[in-house]
């Protein structure tokens, strides 16, 4: 193994966007979690509604790299 392969690694950023969709209505939001904690779960007004809601994490949408 080359010295160069390992000075070249890629770092995983400590964080990541997630996508969060109502159970209610649908509606989408965007959240940033950390990337070795679990799934989110969280309460927020849902607009479609006009009430409290509780969002679940959907999918990974990228990683977020600090320059």
């Given at each position: 193994?080359?010295?160069?392969?390992?000075?070249?690694?890629?770092?995983?950023s400590?964080?990541?966007?997630?996508?969060?969709?109502?159970?209610?209505?649908?509606?989408?939001?965007?959240?940033?979690?950390?990337?070795?904690?679990?799934?989110?779960?969280?309460?927020?007004?849902?607009?479609?509604?006009?009430?409290?809601?509780?969002?679940?994490?959907?999918?990974?949408?990228?990683?977020?790299y600090?320059?």
């Amino acid at each position: 193994m080359f010295l160069t392969n390992i000075l070249l690694k890629k770092v995983k950023s400590k964080h990541i966007l997630v996508l969060a969709e109502s159970v209610v209505s649908g509606h989408k939001l965007v959240r940033i979690r950390d990337r070795l904690a679990d799934k989110v779960e969280f309460i927020s007004f849902d607009p479609y509604v006009q009430h409290k809601s509780l969002y679940k994490e959907r999918r990974k949408l990228c990683s977020l790299y600090n320059s």
